[in-house]
């Protein structure tokens, strides 16, 4: 009798303990998305459910949910028993709610989990993406200004604070870029772009973001989700939009995925290190073979950034909703894409396609680093191909401008180099649907700031700022760039992303009120904010088409023209002094009257086109035409 007692009480306790177990398991089911919203275009949403704290493989459980207009479309299970994929539909009319998720097994034991469908913001699907009238200010906010020194570390996270260490963490965060919204505003920036915010907890170099731990946290070292959202909002209200940075390539070697992965085929080659070729001419070299394609493409970036499977339909999901879900949280105006042609090549037209049609005004910036326009003007939308690829990706980094403006200021001048290697570039715009949406840059993250590539030469730097910011296109400048910010010009990262003076306390220089600032920065910092705001009221420029004449003697003009408003601007790259004859430009000036006059905006300065202009030794004029 004893024993059958003590089997009893086992058997009780056993129960108890399991069904204890269970109840806890319930806090520990996850679902990424961790929400979504109702009236979205697409009406099923796919849930990555994880648990792997019940005693049952998940995908063993009938599932069921309590809801209003929501349906289950389908349940999917992976090779990991810790996963399955829950497909919502969510019918056009259904309204915001909280449903109940009810998972039931065959020994009598349920779990339930709670999901929220919100209702989104008024005019979402209509927001406006960022334009030529826009100019973009990036920052690393790691680097940018420390606006909560409480959150430097984080006692669950592998790296610390260290702002000795070129190449550590330094305690920029959200609220650094909060505090000192003014004076992004003031400058006459229209948008922000950061380096990624979410959580990189990798043991070193977590600073820069691109090694991904949780794609739906900000990481605490920065701020948090609302944070983050706040941010944008008073961005906003300030006339600032903000562009998030994505990355749809890779992830850091530290993601919870490595351990368990929802499937043996998440990564490309699992977990073990095949580093990429970084040939992107093989996805367009007509006499290339598969092996060289996958070798690039399915190759990771180094050890700590495996490389994500977007072939795998539920990753790719993944990785569709994850933009779709900050783009709608947070109130963002575009994304910015990281090591946009590394990912599978069909995954980014899907990826295009769904976010255009969720958000049809929505401007997405793909990073293709190529010096050769044909392959950056492949990727964007309604460029002319050679096959009948199917991209909606509205712009691309401008990576040959950037190039040809170097060689253009620094090259010796012959009937090959030099300063016609702009006008070549810009010849090769046919190749491009729209080169107005183009971003185009002097500098940015992962290159020589612009000023140690201009030999920091301020005549030479300020000619290649006035030529970003007249020229067509979307301009786009380094945080720093606006002082002049230099570096070692030895392409170390860690120096080039250097801590923006007067964003830490007990800064000595202060580039924000111009306390301790050199004259020479406190003057590149006045010409770029005059041109940044004289720029947004210029519709010539912001909305206005391109004309350039071939360069001659040094010398290259191009005119910027709206039907309210023409802009000429003449780069002298001489070292002297030139004069230049103006009857060359009759098709964009009107000779035949000459009381019309060229007011340089700088000086309000006055000439009548009947004179020759004198053109100062390398510099760049810009003249409304009245």
Do not use: C
């Amino acid at each position: 009798m004893q024993l059958i007692i003590k089997r009893l009480l086992l058997l009780v306790f056993i129960a108890l303990n399991l069904s204890s177990s269970l109840a806890s398991a319930q806090g520990k089911l996850s679902a990424e998305p961790p929400h979504w919203w109702v009236g979205m275009a697409h009406e099923q949403v796919e849930l990555l459910v994880y648990s792997n704290d019940v005693p049952y493989p998940l995908g063993e459980f009938n599932v069921s949910l309590s809801a209003d207009r929501v349906k289950i479309e389908n349940v999917i299970t992976l090779d990991n028993p810790h996963y399955i994929i829950l497909n919502l539909f969510i019918f056009p009319d259904a309204s915001s709610q909280t449903i109940e998720i009810t998972f039931s097994h065959a020994s009598g034991e349920t779990l339930s989990m709670p999901y929220t469908l919100s209702a989104r913001a008024p005019g979402s699907a209509d927001r406006a993406g960022f334009t030529a009238k826009d100019v973009i200010y990036l920052i690393a906010p790691d680097r940018f200004a420390n606006g909560d020194t409480t959150n430097d570390n984080n006692e669950t996270m592998l790296e610390k604070v260290d702002r000795n260490y070129k190449g550590g963490r330094h305690g920029g965060d959200i609220q650094g870029m909060i505090d000192h919204l003014d004076y992004i505003s003031q400058m006459g920036f229209t948008q922000v772009w950061t380096m990624p915010l979410l959580e990189n907890d990798m043991q070193k170099y977590s600073y820069h973001g691109y090694s991904t731990t949780d794609f739906f946290e900000i990481d605490p070292r920065f701020g948090s989700n609302a944070l983050y959202r706040e941010f944008v909002e008073i961005a906003q209200s300030k006339g600032i939009g903000v562009i998030k940075d994505v990355i749809l390539n890779h992830m850091g070697s530290n993601h919870p995925w490595m351990k368990d992965m929802p499937s043996s085929d998440w990564i490309n080659h699992g977990t073990t290190f095949k580093g990429t070729t970084h040939t992107r001419e093989s996805l367009h070299d007509p006499h290339s073979v598969q092996a060289d394609i996958d070798e690039f493409a399915k190759g990771w970036f180094v050890p700590t950034m495996p490389d994500m499977n977007q072939q795998h339909p539920h990753l790719a999901q993944y990785l569709i909703q994850y933009a779709i879900w900050w783009i709608e949280y947070a109130g963002l105006s575009g994304l910015r894409v990281d090591t946009y042609s590394y990912s599978d090549k069909q995954f980014l037209s899907n990826w295009t396609q769904a976010l255009i049609r969720e958000y049809p005004n929505l401007t997405i910036v793909g990073e293709e680093w190529s010096v050769n326009p044909a392959i950056t003007a492949y990727w964007q939308a309604d460029s002319p191909r050679y096959d009948d690829y199917v991209s909606s990706l509205p712009s691309v980094m401008d990576f040959p401008l950037q190039v040809a403006l170097s060689q253009a200021l620094l090259e010796e001048d012959t009937w090959a180099t030099g300063i016609r290697k702009i006008y070549d570039t810009l010849a090769s715009d046919f190749l491009y649907g729209d080169p107005y949406k183009l971003v185009v840059f002097g500098d940015n993250h992962d290159m020589n700031r612009i000023m140690p590539q201009m030999n920091n030469d301020e005549s030479l730097f300020m000619m290649a700022m006035k030529f970003l910011l007249t020229t067509r296109g979307i301009p786009q400048i380094f945080y720093g760039t606006e002082i002049g910010m230099s570096d070692q010009g030895d392409g170390d990262h860690g120096i080039l992303r250097a801590d923006f003076p007067g964003g830490w306390p007990g800064d000595v220089v202060n580039g924000f009120t111009g306390a301790g600032l050199s004259e020479r920065e406190k003057r590149i910092q006045k010409q770029l904010k005059f041109l940044l705001n004289w720029r947004k009221n210029t519709p010539a420029i912001t909305d206005g088409k391109l004309t350039h004449y071939f360069p001659k003697d040094g010398i290259y003009v191009y005119f910027r023209h709206h039907e309210q408003q023409r802009i000429m601007v003449v780069l002298n790259k001489n070292k002297s002094k030139q004069s230049l004859d103006l009857a060359r430009f009759k098709e964009m000036l009107p000779l035949e009257q000459p009381s019309i006059e060229l007011v340089n905006i700088e000086n309000n300065s006055r000439f009548t086109i009947s004179q020759d202009l004198s053109i100062p030794a390398q510099s760049v004029m810009i003249f409304e035409v009245k």
